[in-house]
């Protein structure tokens, strides 16, 4: 009888060490993983995709719809300003007048745009962003002031009766040097290459 009681006094002592285990080892767990024994993230845990209050994350600025336009009109202005380079070092003849000035005026058209939606996307920042990006936005400003004066210099020239090609290409390089500081501040591939073309010798 003693036997068989001893036994069971064995086996019970076994189940309860077993039990304390694998509670200890559950408990440990937990706490490595940051969540309640319910299986609900703790209080101290933040998801890594969570950002403080009040502050619009930076990929989602990105994906914002007028940043999208205003970085659509910016591939135009390129579109059209190698067109016209293309065209100005191609030949040691006078520019075509009609082509010059219709891919000046989609140049200034684009330009207007994209100043304009990029306003509109300044707008839907909270002040935190703002602050925490001036000194980015004091950087575009520079840009844009330097694509209007070289396209204003190129609008000039190219409504004179005999347009100098040099003078137009050397604008067009300007202007797609500052398309391309742009492109770098917003994290973008450098897909414009600016280097100054090769002239044509003029006979």
Partial sequence: ???KLSRVVSLATIAVTILLV???AAISQQGQSGTTPSGKQSQGAMPQHQHPQGMMDMSAMKQEPH???AMAYRGNLVNFAKALRHEANRTTKPINLEFARAAVAEMKRNFDQMQQNHQDHMKTMDEKMKAQ?????????AHHAAIQEHLAALDTEVHTSAPDSKSI???INEI?????GMGKMNGGPMEHK????KEHKMD
């Fill in 133 to 141: 990006m001036a000194e980015m936005m004091k950087q575009m400003d």
């Fill in 194 to 197: 600016t280097a100054a073309p």
């Fill in 67 to 69: 940043h999208l336009l």
């Fill in 169 to 171: 290409s050397n604008h």
């Fill in 22 to 24: 694998s509670g200890a």
């Fill in 176 to 180: 797609l040097k500052q398309c391309e």
């Fill in 1 to 3: 009888m003693m036997k």
